[in-house]
């Protein structure tokens, strides 16, 4: 099993500019996290989705970010416009049920924004 | 809501000796308590979870703890390894949520 898959890894934009990141969660898992890491604020989850139907979006940090799942096998962020503010490692978290269960998070996507 | 204090923020050990690592946790609902280690750029990975119904759990050299009255969960690391260097997060879910929250992490250096 290849595991969650991120892109790109690394992403560098100026302000104002949209950035997408992509996931692709374990096949047969059903629900999917995102998660935001910084210094200031650890581990925060963004936005997650059980069946590509999003349930909790309450930690998204404000109208610029947007999360999609079109179908089982795809995800994206989108940040519109960027902000220096959003610098940040995001990863995407998948796991096989919902209620109690390991989540496996993929490698991460390192956002920079001047 | 749940909110997860870990201590401490960073502990360093010389190899062969133990490392425990505290979480404390507001919300007496929750349940679930995994154990991620996040290695320098990598997304965390699970090492080991409890759940409410049990008192302590051991892998190899890893155990957890978990004192539900006291609201708290602890990581025991025996016979540290200079691998073993990495940061560590608790976290801590109820049955009515999918959701995980996390402690603020503990960056954990064994020197050899």
């Known amino acids: 099993d290849a595991g969650v898959i991120q892109s790109p890894r690394h992403e560098v934009t100026e302000m104002g500019q949209e950035v997408t990141l992509r996931c692709k969660p374990i096949s047969g898992h059903n629900s999917l996290f995102w998660y935001r890491q910084t210094m200031m604020r650890g581990l925060e989850l963004l936005i997650y989705?059980?069946?590509?139907?999003?349930?909790?979006d309450s930690g998204m940090p404000e109208d610029r970010f947007s999360a999609k799942m079109p179908n089982a096998s795809f995800s994206t962020l989108k940040i519109q416009p960027s902000e220096p503010r959003d610098s940040a490692v995001y990863f995407c978290?998948?796991?096989?049920?919902?209620?109690?269960?390991?989540?496996?998070f993929g490698p991460g996507t390192r956002l920079t924004v001047l | 809501g749940e909110n997860v204090e870990q201590h401490p923020s960073t502990l360093s050990v010389q190899e062969g000796d133990s490392a425990v690592i505290k979480c404390t946790y507001s919300d007496s609902a929750s349940n679930y308590f995994p154990w991620y280690k996040q290695e320098l750029g990598k997304g965390p990975q699970l090492i080991i979870d409890?759940?409410?119904?049990?008192g302590e759990k051991k892998d190899q050299r890893i155990a957890v703890t978990l004192n539900k009255t006291a609201k708290h969960f602890s990581l025991h690391i025996t016979e540290t390894q200079p691998e073993d260097s990495a940061v560590y997060f608790c976290a801590a879910s109820s049955y009515n949520t999918d959701k995980l929250i996390f402690g603020t992490g503990t960056r954990l250096q064994v020197f050899p």
């Open positions: 978290a998948s796991s096989p049920r919902t209620r109690n269960n390991e989540q496996f």
């Open positions: 409890i759940r409410s119904n049990v």
């Open positions: 989705f059980n069946n590509n139907v999003p349930i909790d």
